[in-house]
């Protein structure tokens, strides 16, 4: 549906489940600055290999429970049999998840590439058909701008992502990117293809450049070298949360005046810049944090 005035879009953030007593606070401040932009859903990452499986679920119920917003829990394939992947999907949903992002997941440590476990799922296409047939979630996948590294080609990867939508999946979430026309020309592509559901652009406010260009490279997203200069030059007037902001609000903004309905920020658990993105676009306070107890 289309925006009836310029604030009004979809909203999500993307956080990872903490790993200590101080990590954890961090967590649940980062949550509830967000959380009063009344977004759609937020959601909880799985570790590489699904090392925080305990933690990321505890850490859904927590959300699920206390917070006004509903919450996705990622799910991946990895070091996981059929049936304990769908446990932890059922545990989602006793615990009041009501969405899953479904992943094939990164490969254990120490393994070059992704082995199924014996008894697990053979890649995301048999997790989301899993997923699908318990009709108990809407179902979101990762979708790639830049085509994901282990693709044969970007048809492939396209005709990839088109294979989730058939298989079950509700929407996509797209991997960073810093142009507009990154996504743009993904949309187009994805058009011409015939997928007609939903891809929600992902945004990666930047914290740090130096950090967010070696991320980058391993997530195969290419930085364009104005950046490089714009960043440099920032660095030396000591300017570089202005510019960080400032690019952010831009991206998102042209993403909005081209269609784009829902915005999805990848937090890193630190809510400061993408709030103040959020108040740039003029997105303003809506709910309190914590649900009112019953």
């Known amino acids: 549906m289309p925006r009836t005035k310029p604030t009004d879009f979809g909203l999500s953030f993307e956080f990872f489940p903490p790993k200590s007593l101080e990590a954890s606070f961090k967590l649940w401040s980062a949550i509830e600055t967000l959380s009063v932009f009344d977004p759609d859903f937020v959601s909880m990452t799985y570790g590489a290999g699904g090392t925080t499986r305990d933690i990321t679920r505890s850490a859904v119920g927590v959300v699920a429970q206390n917070y006004s917003c509903d919450v996705a829990g990622h799910l991946t394939c990895v070091g996981a049999s ?10 989602y949903a006793e615990l009041g998840a009501t969405q899953i992002v479904a992943l094939r997941g990164d490969p254990e440590q ?5 082995v199924p ?7 995301v296409l048999e997790l989301i058909e899993a997923l699908a047939s318990l009709n108990k979630f809407k179902i979101r996948v990762a979708a790639y701008p830049h085509t994901h590294p282990e ?4 048809d492939a990867d396209i005709n990839a992502l088109k294979a989730k939508f058939d298989a079950g999946a509700d929407s996509a979430i797209t991997q960073f990117f810093f142009e507009k026309d990154d996504f743009l020309f993904f949309r187009d592509r994805c058009d011409k293809a015939g997928i007609t559901q939903k891809i929600i652009p992902g945004i990666l406010p930047i914290e740090n450049w130096s950090k967010t260009r070696l991320f980058s490279a391993r997530c195969g997203t290419p930085t364009p070298d104005w950046m490089d200069h714009a960043f440099a030059n920032a660095k030396g007037k000591n300017v570089e949360r202005l510019l960080s902001t400032a690019l952010c609000t831009e991206l998102c903004d042209e993403l909005l005046c081209e269609g784009v309905e829902d915005l999805h920020f990848y937090t890193l658990n630190d809510p400061s810049l993408t709030q ?3 108040h740039a676009l003029g997105r303003e306070q809506r709910l309190p944090a914590l649900r009112a107890a019953s």
């Open 276 to 278: 103040d993105v959020c």
């Open 82 to 91: 059929r049936s304990e992947t769908l446990a932890v999907a059922e545990e």
């Open 117 to 123: 476990h014996p008894d697990g799922f053979g890649g």
């Open 151 to 154: 693709a044969a080609s970007a």
């Open 110 to 114: 120490g393994s070059g590439s992704f």
